[in-house]
């Protein structure tokens, strides 16, 4: 018996006595040991609901945090050889090499990315305009979309052969056309000129995965919405610009950093053209003219592989580097990006 | 009254009565060339993978070869048997566990994201997020130096074991999902005195089903398809080649004769596309679910 229980019954003798010992071993009235139990229960949730849910997270910080950590001290060593033992501590060197050195391609490498970045509103177009297309009224929607999104199960080794013979030298079809009609064969792989357009040519060829998520979207805009426009005197171009893409926004936004982040670290389908070029892996090299002595086709990406995988002789450090700088970028550009969004994604649909 | 009788006898407010359906030719002729360009390609494999090695070397391109078809190309590949078979075997013994176990954990942490409550939960769901604007290959050079301080370089470790961590792209999109299934069934099972454990088991892991399936078909797919991971971590070491890197291998074996670099080329990619075209419903849906919550 308790106190408080005891002190009630001397004052209320009247008291039904029974539902006090009916309560006296439940929480119910308890404040004390209900907020412990519910603190148990807290505690019991949080412990399952981590055992459920952590382990992406436990599998990012052990195979991409710690990377990340070692490629800072990377970032400041001299490494030619895959044992971490060998380094030796440079300093800033890798930096000040990467950034000013004659020899080094970083600031070229850069272009080359920002030059790769045309791929981005050619395929946006290529996506937003099938899905228009796929939206409206015609037969055999299926069948087309089915057809845009086969590029997105090929592997990378099969589109590039694919390629590799359509833009073949002396048995392609694209240079049997150019000298059918008088021109002389281009040798598209080994030509620095015409190789970064190669790429950015072939990577529409999968576009198709964009359209899919923007005909989800188009055909989720409001209907009414396009009717209210349409009687407010509309035409169609009209409600196109001003209702339907204001209102797809978020798609379009989800879309091009999807596509922004996928053109940053490109580099299978380079990797495999400038292969077909030459065997060193180099892409083809620009021989005269402003450019001489850059390879075509060597985004950061692909610069940070060939400088340690790769083979190259710069080694392991100043690819970290180069990786570290392009991290920079790459924040830069998704900050851009965000900061634009603000101005041109609605979320009220 | 006669304000309104004008505002409706207007143009623009009368339902489409008057319209005659026109099938729309522009957007058929733009579709049409779209589908071409993307079958064009995948037609030109097929049809030089049959040519006879004097077709395939001709320098003005034959849509049709001029002397028939031929298995040339085929009987190439043939010859490879043996290397493409345990390439093959590599692919399933690397990806196919990978792809089960990462599921399964991407499910059981979509669930914990989507019904429980915990403490952390949105940190680290939204740290989560975050790190899909991170891309991976900027640490390709420390992870490889990572691979070698835990002496898994040269073996298959590297590509199999980050994978059975799941993906925090398909958790969001089996987070999305799951949210969709009624809250009132979880707390019904809870009532009968279900565990989590169970209700995860018996109730969310059945409903959800489709959305696996579509995720562990789309995995597999993808690791079916990747060629830098094997590229970096095996290319030493034939024996443990994937498929991609022995047909990669093989057709450079036969550099100026397209044909059996086509018919290898084909032999790499018509089955997976043929696997797509089986399920494709199932894909595409998958993928245009997991866009409509964002749009």
Known sequence: ???????????????????????????????????????????????????????PFVGYCLFALVPFALSVYLSFCDLHVWNIRNAVWVGFDNFVYLLFSSKSQFWWSLLQTLYYFLSLPLGLFLGLGSAV??????????????????????????????????????????NSIITAMGGSPVSWFTTPEVFMPLVIFTTTWGAGAGSILFQAALEQVNGSLIEAAEIDGANKREVFFNVTLPAISPTTFYV???????????????????QAGSTSGYGPMFTSGPFEGKYAGMTTVYYVYMMSIGGGTEGSGKSSAAAWMLAIFILAVTRINFYMSDKWVSYDN | MAKEEAIYNSQNFKPNKKKVFRPPYLCYFLIILYSLYILLPLYIILISSFKSDFDATQPIFQWWPEHGLSLAGYRRVVLWWSMILGGLRNTFLYYLPTTLISIFVNASA?????????????????????????????????SRMYMSILKWDSSALPIIVPGLFGGIGTVFFLRQYIMGIPDDLIGAAKIDGMSDIKI??????????????????????????????????????????????VLKWCSEQYQNLTNVMMAFCAVGMFPLILLYLLIQDYILKGISMSSGLKG
């Open chain 1, 133 to 174: 297309l796929l939206t409206s009224r015609i037969r055999l929607k299926k069948l087309f979309r089915t057809i845009l999104y086969i590029p997105n199960v090929c592997s990378s080794i099969g589109v590039t052969m694919m390629w590799k013979l359509v833009f073949h030298r002396d048995y392609g079809i694209v």
């Open chain 2, 200 to 245: 995860f088991l018996t109730l969310i892991i059945p409903l959800s089903m489709p959305a696996l399936t579509t995720q562990a078909v789309l995995g597999f797919i993808g690791s079916y398809n990747s060629y830098l991971g094997p590229l970096i971590y095996l290319s030493t070491n034939t024996d443990a080649w994937t498929v991609q890197l």
């Open chain 2, 110 to 142: 979509a669930f914990g994201f989507a019904k429980l409550n915990w403490k952390g939960k949105n940190a680290i769901f939204g740290f989560l997020m975050l790190t899909m604007m991170i891309p991976g290959t900027i640490t390709m050079t420390a």
């Open chain 1, 1 to 55: 018996m308790n106190d408080i229980a005891t002190n009630e019954n001397v004052a209320n003798p009247h008291e039904n006595m029974q539902h006090l010992d009916i309560f006296e071993n439940t929480n119910l009235f308890k404040k004390e040991r209900a907020t412990r139990s519910k603190r148990e229960k807290v505690v019991k949730e949080t412990i399952e609901g981590w055992l459920f849910s952590m382990w």
């Open chain 1, 256 to 274: 091009l950093t999807m596509n922004t982040i996928g053109a940053l670290q490109a580099m299978g389908t380079i990797q495999l053209f400038s």
